[in-house]
């Protein structure tokens, strides 16, 4: 029998003893809104160095709740990069609010900091960095010019939990009002689906507390309470709770998270090096300042064989590379043309997208496993680098 190699472009890496501690949950009294939640937040905030943490049943709620938090409504603009997961802007259409892109750095597929204040108006109330592939965008420069300009940030760092920016983790939100993560199985940590935002500022945190559960709150009441099963709802909130279940695998995850991300930064020593100076495409380097945690390892095409990125896909595909696109600018996506965005806004965003295949990179990935994807990505790449 042939065994057949099937390597994706990320996966989840969950061990008996995680799994064990989701059952215990589950043979216990609270599998809602029990202990784990509180302590997952509270490990969370030390990791990175925060305050608070706050977490929510996914990224993108977490997203919807940072900017709810920060008051963005409408007539407001947000700033934010293309090259990114959908959820990022839509969190802002969802509180109909403009999203405004600006272009990305065709090196690193992150937001372009000198192209940002050409874009800040008068609405512009908000700038949303999306640290690419967990690559941290460079957050002292962005700041600069946001206080310059009376802005605020929020960072997405889906990508990023276990990245360095300046020596310190991403989430310190050093640099932003706000840090938000998710935990979605591709992410560097999973709770299944799930998310976080962390921040220092006590404001953001009762409101993020508040609008992950309907905007209902049990203190600070604006009337005379009638007893003690009392509360008031304050905002227009949603169900966006997180539960115990996922909170405990979270917990057990996170205690995972630097030696995941170790290996993640070892396989990429070793792409980085099969790959030196080769004819075929480039890969991302870490700026002074930056240490990624590489949630996903882009390849970018050169020039020669961009045209070929259809094949090549399905040609890496066929050898056993569960390979991925990241991402396809968020404005070409007919919902947003519907909204008026049109192609050639952001060239660089859509020449990164034309280049870019996003190569096998998880923690539980094997030496053998990594020298098979290299072999093959080699192998492909000769096929389509004939003429
Ligand atoms: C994954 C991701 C999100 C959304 O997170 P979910 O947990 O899937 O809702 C947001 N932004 C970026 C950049 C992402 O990669």
């Known amino acids: 029998m042939i065994v057949i190699k099937f390597l994706p ?6 061990g008996e003893d995680d799994i064990q501690k989701v059952v215990n949950v589950l043979k216990s009294d609270f599998i809602t809104q029990g202990p784990k939640i509180g302590e997952f937040e ?5 990791y990175c160095g925060s305050k608070y943490a ?16 920060m008051g963005l409504g409408k007539n407001d603009e947000i700033i934010t990069s293309p090259n990114t997961f959908v959820a990022t802007s839509n969190a802002a259409l969802y509180l109909n609010a403009k999203p405004v892109f600006v272009d990305v750095e065709s090196k690193t597929g992150n937001l372009d900091v000198s192209k940002v204040s050409e874009k800040i108006t008068e609405k512009t109330k908000l700038i949303v960095p999306v640290h690419y592939s967990g690559n941290p965008v460079d957050l002292k420069e962005l700041s600069e010019i946001a206080e310059d300009k009376g802005v605020k940030i929020i960072e997405d760092a889906a990508h990023a939990i276990g990245a360095k920016y300046n020596g310190e983790k991403i989430g310190n939100s050093r640099y932003s009002e706000m840090t938000i993560f998710s935990f979605h199985p591709v992410k560097h940590i999973t709770t299944g689906e799930g998310g976080a935002v962390l921040t220092n500022e006590q404001e953001y945190y009762e409101r993020l507390l508040m609008f992950r ?3 209902i709150t049990k203190n600070n009441y604006i009337n005379q309470p009638d007893g003690d099963w009392y509360y008031e709802m304050h905002y227009l909130g949603h169900n966006y ?7 405990v695998l979270g917990l057990s995850q996170l205690n995972k998270l630097d030696r995941f991300v170790k290996r993640r930064r070892e396989i990429a020593r070793t792409y980085n090096e099969a790959f030196e100076n080769n004819p075929y495409f ?3 380097s870490e700026k002074k300042r930056c240490q990624s945690s590489y949630h996903l390892f882009p390849i970018l095409l050169k020039d020669k064989l961009k045209d070929k990125k259809r094949e090549i896909f399905t040609k890496l595909r066929k050898e056993g590379l569960g390979v991925q696109v990241h991402y396809i600018p968020v404005y070409l996506q007919p919902f947003y043309k519907n909204l008026g965005f049109q192609k050639g806004l952001c060239p660089v965003s859509e020449d990164f997208y034309q280049k870019e295949i996003s190569i096998p990179m998880y ?8 020298k098979y994807a290299i072999e093959k990505i080699y192998k492909s790449m000769k096929t389509f680098d004939q003429d």
């Not at 472009?9 to 969950?14: A, E, H, L, V």
């Not at 509270?42 to 030390?46: F, G, R, V, W």
């Not at 990224?59 to 709810?68: K, Q």
């Not at 923690?363 to 990594?370: A, E, F, W």
């Open 9 to 14: 472009y990320g996966k989840q890496d969950i």
């Open 42 to 46: 509270e490990n969370l905030a030390k």
């Open 54 to 69: 706050v977490a929510f049943n996914s990224g993108t709620s977490a997203l919807h709740g940072a900017y709810f938090a």
């Open 213 to 215: 559960s309907h905007g």
């Open 241 to 247: 709770r997180i539960t115990d279940l996922q909170a």
């Open 282 to 284: 480039d890969t991302i």
């Open 363 to 370: 923690p539980s990935m094997t030496d053998n496993d990594l």
